[in-house]
């Protein structure tokens, strides 16, 4: 059974910084990217960043660029979400999803860990 589950999400400052994690497993071969997405409060979830495990190429949504980083430690099944010079419209919940292509649409995501709420105060 694929599972994945989120976490480190929690309360900073903006300016701050955290790094959310996503543990996967019971992967079959056909999990060859995941990415994170982001829902706030009232709407649409969105693609945040994406990882293709396969040559490790990486996607962001252009108002994240240069401020969070996607990496991928296979050794240790986990993907991280590292944010920095956070805002407080990055305020969300989070949540990490597998396919079998990397794509910042989340309707093209099989299967989803639960959310991790990431709240940036001003």
């Known amino acids: 059974e694929v599972q994945l589950q989120a976490s480190g999400g929690g309360l900073v400052q903006a300016g701050g910084s955290l790094r959310l994690s996503c543990a996967y497993a019971?992967?079959?071969?056909?999990?060859?990217?995941i990415g994170w997405f982001r829902q706030a409060p009232g709407k649409e979830r969105v693609g945040v960043s994406c990882?293709?495990?396969?040559?490790?190429?990486?996607y962001y949504l252009e108002s994240v660029k240069d401020r969070f980083t996607i990496s991928s430690d296979n050794a240790k099944n986990t993907v991280y979400l590292q944010m920095s010079s956070l805002k407080p419209e990055d305020t969300a919940v989070y949540y990490c999803?597998?396919?079998?292509?990397?794509?910042?649409?989340?309707?093209?995501?099989?299967?989803w860990g639960q959310g991790t709420l990431v709240t940036v105060s001003s």
């Open positions: 999803a597998t396919t079998n292509m990397a794509t910042m649409d989340p309707d093209d995501y099989h299967y």
């Open positions: 019971g992967f079959t071969g056909d999990e060859n990217a």
């Open positions: 990882i293709n495990h396969s040559d490790g190429r990486t």
